[in-house]
């Protein structure tokens, strides 16, 4: 296959030929030059990393069956019906525009119906089809190669709540996938509606993007329409969006081919499900004896951090607080600490608690697991709590944004 066509100097062209020696014993029929030359710049023209990168892809590949999703995947009923996004249509210059809608997704609900891995099978099937499907099929009817897509990330109604550590986790490794398996597949990415605490979210994931990724993202407040309408044409747009394009019965949303998530029925619910999917190796177990507690230290030195939670018991529930230190004593009762969440009883043995506070001062802040209340029973604990800094996000692209 010749280089050409793909506008490398001479030096890179070089490159891109001792690349495709060195992988030509997994190189697949499909695998033209337009593809293989993606791995090189994803490794910044570094032959033995992006053939480190290329041959990792490959192992990937066949341990997870990927190539085995478009042939032999069946969704879980559940994922088809509640997991909430889709796609668009097609940019000006013929691009796929996909569209994801974080804040309408029931994350414990999925949680209590589907494995992570279940969860991740069905994004790679829809990842496999976009680029196996969708963009061959766009290329034909644009006379040019497509072979990148443009991403919607709308966070309209996000809150703090959608923080949650097992659901952020699964995202998490989406995004890892996506950089280490798909390379230089991103077009654009604009995340619309970014709330106030965009920032603080922003931090928890850019350690996982790419630079190249991260120069593509366009972060766009509430006035994002007639940013989208300068890349998509309002008949490809969906009403709801700032476009025209709306179902045949008249649905702004487009939910044809749009799933708007929404609260998932328990019918779908499986038991142990939610404990099971929590990742225990990054947990702390420990036992706390009856009538005593548990008080863990957390310096806060960013204000606007997050101190983020998650626990679970084995059988019984158990007393939880957060409080901040007034003084620099270790020894230092509650009764004279700031209360920051007041202590109170929660079923954590039913379903594991999670939650949050946004850490407006600097200082200790003290999570204490109060047990004094029982006489008899022990408690076995599993905690998983940890400080997030709010990211400056300089490397980012803010359009038109007052929120943040």
Known sequence: MASGGLNLTSSQKEIFEKFKQKVKDITKPEHDDFFL???LRARSWDIPKAEKMFREDDEWRRTNEIDKLLTSYEAPEVLTKYYPGGFIGTTKDGFPVWIELLATADQKGFYNCVTRKEILQFRGHTVEKLFNVTCPELSKKFGKRIDMGVYIVDLDGLSLKHLWRPALNVYLEMVSI?????PDALKTAYVINAPSFFPVAYGLVKPFLSEDTRQKIRVIGRNYKEHLLK???????????GGKDKDPD???HCRSRICMGGPIPEKYYRKKLLTENNDLSKFTGVTVQN????????PVNVEKSLLRWNFFTDDNDIGFGVYR???SDQRQKVSDMEVVLASERVNS??????GHI???KTGTYVVRFDNNYSWVNNKKLFYLIEVNEPDAGKDLQVIDSTDF
């Open 37 to 39: 030359v993606k791995w």
């Open 325 to 327: 230190r007034t003084t």
């Open 349 to 354: 043995h039913v379903i594991p608690e999670s």
């Open 231 to 241: 890349e998509i044409d309002a008949d490809q747009l969906p009403v709801h969006w």
């Open 250 to 252: 008249g649905d702004p």
């Open 178 to 182: 996506a950089e280490a398996h798909y």
């Open 358 to 360: 946004q850490c407006d």
């Open 291 to 298: 009538g005593s507690s548990l008080q863990l230290d957390f």
